[in-house]
Each structure stands twice: as structure tokens, then as C-alpha cells.
């Protein structure tokens, strides 16, 4: 389909089916497509609290993808994660209905506001889209929002909106972002990722080149200042560019006067150009939050948010879902969720850690795709220097097959070899038991990773409130 036509706009397209639609943005896609008036269906392998919201608001769900599912739907959407054969997509075909993929559905929601706002980069952009969110919502712009995680003050990871501004998340993995169309960009960092489709970082960062260069020579780019792939990329852009950072002094916005309390969290003053023009509190920990929170202000302030909007807001942002996320406190131990899954991840959440209070910090790693763990495999192995004790269980695979020359228990060797106290623990179950013979009051245990580690933390407080 001729991305530059919207078939959102034909007259004839009245009912949408999505295939994957118990997906996180498969869903909230499909939650917006209901506030808009379309009748909506779709399909996944299982019932979930997404589906059964949007069966609430609607949608018709269908448990398992079989051909018989698609009747008289005018479109069908799918992930990524759906393969070419699946009998709903073939279904579609042999009807002669359009069929297209969840990144090209979301440019063309993106297409129908005016001021489109994509947030991109290998790291941050959940958390810095979820505090641009907060911060719109706070200065009364009712944008709608599209998130990677759970969002609180918005209920979910989708707000339906009635502006013209349109925030999301921009993912680089298959060149997704490269069907949007944003008004303003924002690119946090550039780093090799996702290789089992990028050859190298030379191609990654020929892909943001041609995601930034979708910017109309009106529009915005907002850029990190600190990182060079992200520096040598933009500089080659026509349109308007705002720069923010805490190491390079040309950086137009930047941060001083940082301090942290006993949580982590920073305070400091915000300087636009050198001169100074508020103070900012943050909620969630960490020093890379303070460039997540520059980043934030930048594109609030020039969307017209008044600095007094931009502190409260981010005084008020908690974190999203599984981002430094609290799971619980017993007997004195703290029990916290991260996404992690990239060495530059990792040594972040750690560095967050490590500045809040605690004694000895746990952490459960578990790796994310075996391409990505045999690539990074020395990364990771000196990734976890801020952990006291590091628990490695073993790769979740998602869309990939074991290949069979990568294990977790190799990562765990290698951290031992880089001096970390590092072992391997396969069952889930074994590793809830062994902490809770290990950990002491003021410990903190982290999970760490995309999968399904978060169970871990959860068997831990169950363990210890049934004693």
C-alpha cells in the first residue's frame, strides 16, 4: 500500500481486524480505532486482561487465528510476530482485502495529527515518551499517547486524545518507524541492537537517517548531544534541530546542580542556551532519567508547555510499567522490575540502583533472544559490575530457535571470569526458593530483562507472605 494515501480516510474501510490483537500496541491501536467509530476484531492464542478490556469496549476476540474468523472485516492488521502462512492473513489475501502491518497502521493514525511526535533510540524511549505523556497531560494539550508500557495517569499504554498532538514511541527493529510521519523527532541514543536484522552499527544508523529525514524542513529534531552516532546522523538534517545533554558543552538544553536523594531520584536546575529557566524534581532514579527528562523538556517546552507544567508533570511521573518498577516490599527487601535487556541497559538500571538505598543488590538477568546474547555476550559479561550478586536463568528466546552455540550458563562463566559473583539457576521456582535463603532485610533484588522474568520477583513475595 501507497503509504502517502491514508486508508483510513476510504469510506469503505468500517471494520478492522487485527491479527496478534492481545499485543501491547496491537491493542491499544485497536482501542483507538474503536474511540474513532470502526467496528473492530481480532484475534491471539490465548485470552488476556487486553483482550477482554477490549471485548468490554466492543471488539469482537477470537480465541486461536483461523480462517474462518475473517468474514466481512474491510482490513486486516498484523505484527511482525505473525508469519506470512497464518490462515487469517492468507484468509485476507484470497479476499482481495488490503492487508498491513501494525507499524504502517500506526503512521496512519500518526498522519491524521498535524504535530506527530516520535520518540526514538536503542534505550529510553518508553520512559521518555511516557514523560513527554505526563507532561502534555499536565499542561492540558490532550494529546493522544501510544506507549510501549503501561502509563498509570493514562490507565493503560493508549490515550485517546482530541488535539492535534499524537505521541509515541518510534522502534527502529525492521525499520518500523520509517512508516510514520512526525512532525517533530526525538532520538535518544544510537546503538547496535537488534542484529538479528542489522548487520552493523553503520546500518542502524542509516536507518534513523532515513526515519529523520521524514521530518518536513518545518519540523523538529531533538537530538542527544552526548552521543555521537546520534550527533554525526542529525547533523546531516535541514530541519529544526534542538540539542540537549550533560557532557557536551554545545547542547542547547542541559541540567546542573544535580543532586540525588535517598532514592536515587535527581533534582536540578534546567539551563536553556545557559541561562536558567526552571527546577526539576524527578520521581524515578537514576542519572540516565535526568538525560530522559532533558529530552522530555525540550520537546514539551517547544510544544508551548510553560516550565511550571514541565516540573509538575515530571514531579508527578512515577515510571511506567516495568521500568524501575517497585513489586514489592517484605521483611524489609525490596523486590524491583526492570526491561534491561542491552548492556547499556543494564549498567544503567544498576547505576540507578546503586543510588538508592539499600545493602547488597540481587540481580536476576534473564537474556533476551539468543542473537543478542551471543553478540553482546562480553558486553554483558561486564555489564553487572554494580551487583553484589548476579543470578543468570535462561534465554528467552521469543521469536528466535535455539541455535545451540549460546547458553545463559556461559554468560554466567564469563561474568565469574570478569570477577562477578554470578551463577546459572534454570528454574524459575529454584531461584524465588534460593533467594529467599540468601537475601537479608535492607537487600534489594532486581529482575532484569523483556521476557518473563518479572514471575521471579512475584514468587519471591509469595514465598515470604505465606511463611
Given at each position: 500500500?501507497?503509504?502517502?494515501?491514508?486508508?483510513?480516510?476510504?469510506?469503505?474501510?468500517?471494520?478492522?481486524?487485527?491479527?496478534?490483537?492481545?499485543?501491547?500496541?496491537?491493542?491499544?491501536?485497536?482501542?483507538?480505532?474503536?474511540?474513532?467509530?470502526?467496528?473492530?476484531?481480532?484475534?491471539?492464542?490465548?485470552?488476556?486482561?487486553?483482550?477482554?478490556?477490549?471485548?468490554?469496549?466492543?471488539?469482537?476476540?477470537?480465541?486461536?487465528?483461523?480462517?474462518?474468523?475473517?468474514?466481512?472485516?474491510?482490513?486486516?492488521?498484523?505484527?511482525?510476530?505473525?508469519?506470512?502462512?497464518?490462515?487469517?492473513i492468507t484468509r485476507s489475501k484470497e479476499l482481495g482485502l488490503p492487508v498491513i502491518d501494525r507499524a504502517e497502521l500506526l503512521g496512519l493514525l500518526m498522519k491524521k495529527h498535524s504535530f506527530g511526535i516520535a520518540v526514538a533510540g536503542t534505550h529510553g524511549k518508553t520512559t521518555t515518551t511516557?514523560?513527554?505523556?505526563?507532561?502534555?497531560?499536565?499542561?492540558?494539550?490532550?494529546?493522544?499517547?501510544?506507549?510501549?508500557?503501561?502509563?498509570?495517569?493514562?490507565?493503560?499504554?493508549?490515550?485517546?486524545?482530541?488535539?492535534?498532538?499524537?505521541?509515541?514511541?518510534?522502534?527502529?527493529?525492521?525499520?518500523?518507524?520509517?512508516?510514520?510521519?512526525?512532525?517533530?523527532?526525538?532520538?535518544?541514543?544510537?546503538?547496535?541492537?537488534?542484529?538479528?536484522?542489522?548487520?552493523?552499527?553503520?546500518?542502524?544508523?542509516?536507518?534513523?537517517?532515513?526515519?529523520?529525514?521524514?521530518?518536513?524542513?518545518?519540523?523538529?529534531?531533538?537530538?542527544?548531544?552526548?552521543?555521537?552516532?546520534?550527533?554525526?546522523?542529525?547533523?546531516?538534517?535541514?530541519?529544526?534541530?534542538?540539542?540537549?545533554?550533560?557532557?557536551?558543552?554545545?547542547?542547547?538544553?542541559?541540567?546542573?546542580?544535580?543532586?540525588?536523594?535517598?532514592?536515587?531520584?535527581?533534582?536540578?536546575?534546567?539551563?536553556?542556551?545557559?541561562?536558567?529557566?526552571?527546577?526539576?524534581?524527578?520521581?524515578?532514579?537514576?542519572?540516565?532519567?535526568?538525560?530522559?527528562?532533558?529530552?522530555?523538556?525540550?520537546?514539551?517546552?517547544?510544544?508551548?508547555?510553560?516550565?511550571?507544567?514541565?516540573?509538575?508533570?515530571?514531579?508527578?511521573?512515577?515510571?511506567?510499567?516495568?521500568?524501575?518498577?517497585?513489586?514489592?516490599?517484605?521483611?524489609?527487601?525490596?523486590?524491583?522490575?526492570?526491561?534491561?535487556?542491552?548492556?547499556?541497559?543494564?549498567?544503567?538500571?544498576?547505576?540507578?540502583?546503586?543510588?538508592?538505598?539499600?545493602?547488597?543488590?540481587?540481580?536476576?538477568?534473564?537474556?533476551?533472544?539468543?542473537?543478542?546474547?551471543?553478540?553482546?555476550?562480553?558486553?554483558?559479561?561486564?555489564?553487572?559490575?554494580?551487583?553484589?550478586?548476579?543470578?543468570?536463568?535462561?534465554?528467552?528466546?521469543?521469536?528466535?530457535?535455539?541455535?545451540?552455540?549460546?547458553?545463559?550458563?556461559?554468560?554466567?562463566?564469563?561474568?565469574?571470569?570478569?570477577?562477578?559473583?554470578?551463577?546459572?539457576?534454570?528454574?524459575?521456582?529454584?531461584?524465588?526458593?534460593?533467594?529467599?535463603?540468601?537475601?537479608?532485610?535492607?537487600?534489594?533484588?532486581?529482575?532484569?530483562?523483556?521476557?518473563?522474568?518479572?514471575?521471579?520477583?512475584?514468587?519471591?513475595?509469595?514465598?515470604?507472605?505465606?511463611?
Open positions: 500500500m501507497n503509504i502517502n494515501s491514508n486508508i483510513l480516510d476510504c469510506e469503505k474501510i468500517k471494520y478492522v481486524h487485527f491479527v496478534g490483537i492481545g499485543g501491547s500496541s496491537m491493542s491499544g491501536l485497536a482501542e483507538i480505532l474503536l474511540a474513532k467509530g470502526y467496528k473492530v476484531s481480532g484475534s491471539d492464542i490465548k485470552s488476556s486482561n487486553s483482550t477482554q478490556k477490549l471485548e468490554a469496549k466492543g471488539a469482537e476476540i477470537f480465541i486461536g487465528h483461523r480462517s474462518e474468523n475473517i468474514t466481512d472485516q474491510d482490513l486486516t492488521v498484523y505484527t511482525v510476530a505473525v508469519k506470512e502462512d497464518n490462515p487469517e511516557s514523560m513527554i505523556t505526563t507532561i502534555m497531560l499536565e499542561s492540558n494539550t490532550d494529546p493522544t499517547a501510544h506507549i510501549g508500557g503501561e502509563l498509570d495517569c493514562i490507565g493503560g499504554n493508549t490515550r485517546i486524545g482530541n488535539s492535534e498532538f499524537f505521541i509515541t514511541e518510534a522502534c527502529e527493529y525492521y525499520g518500523s518507524f520509517l512508516k510514520f510521519h512526525p512532525f517533530m523527532a526525538v532520538v535518544l541514543n544510537i546503538e547496535l541492537d537488534h542484529v538479528d536484522y542489522f548487520r552493523d552499527l553503520e546500518h542502524i544508523k542509516s536507518i534513523f537517517g532515513e526515519f529523520l529525514a521524514l521530518v518536513p524542513n518545518d519540523g523538529y529534531i531533538v537530538a542527544c548531544a552526548d552521543d555521537e552516532n546520534t550527533l554525526s546522523v542529525v547533523s546531516k538534517k535541514e530541519c529544526n534541530i534542538i540539542t540537549y545533554g550533560l557532557k557536551n558543552k554545545d547542547a542547547m538544553w542541559t541540567a546542573k546542580g544535580i543532586t540525588y536523594n535517598s532514592m536515587g531520584c535527581a533534582s536540578f536546575d534546567v539551563y536553556k542556551k545557559g541561562e536558567k529557566v526552571g527546577n526539576v524534581s524527578l520521581s524515578v532514579p537514576g542519572p540516565h532519567n535526568v538525560n530522559n527528562s532533558l529530552a522530555a523538556i525540550a520537546v514539551a517546552y517547544t510544544c508551548g508547555c510553560s516550565m511550571e507544567n514541565i516540573a509538575y508533570g515530571l514531579s508527578r511521573f512515577g515510571g511506567s510499567h516495568k521500568r524501575f518498577e517497585l513489586k514489592g516490599l517484605v521483611d524489609n527487601i525490596k523486590v524491583i522490575d526492570d526491561y534491561a535487556h542491552h548492556p547499556s541497559e543494564v549498567q544503567a538500571t544498576l547505576n540507578a540502583a546503586k543510588s538508592s538505598n539499600h545493602n547488597k543488590i540481587w540481580c536476576v538477568f534473564q537474556p533476551h533472544t539468543y542473537t543478542r546474547t551471543k553478540a553482546f555476550l562480553d558486553r554483558f559479561s561486564k555489564s553487572f559490575g554494580e551487583a553484589d550478586n548476579i543470578i543468570i536463568t535462561d534465554i528467552y528466546a521469543a521469536r528466535e530457535k535455539d541455535p545451540g552455540d549460546i547458553h545463559s550458563s556461559m554468560l554466567a562463566d564469563r561474568i565469574r571470569e570478569n570477577g562477578g559473583n554470578a551463577v546459572y539457576i534454570s528454574d524459575f521456582q529454584d531461584i524465588a526458593e534460593y533467594l529467599d535463603k540468601k537475601v537479608e532485610p535492607g537487600d534489594l533484588i532486581l529482575t532484569m530483562g523483556a521476557g518473563d522474568i518479572v514471575r521471579i520477583g512475584e514468587m519471591f513475595l509469595n514465598l515470604r507472605a505465606n511463611k
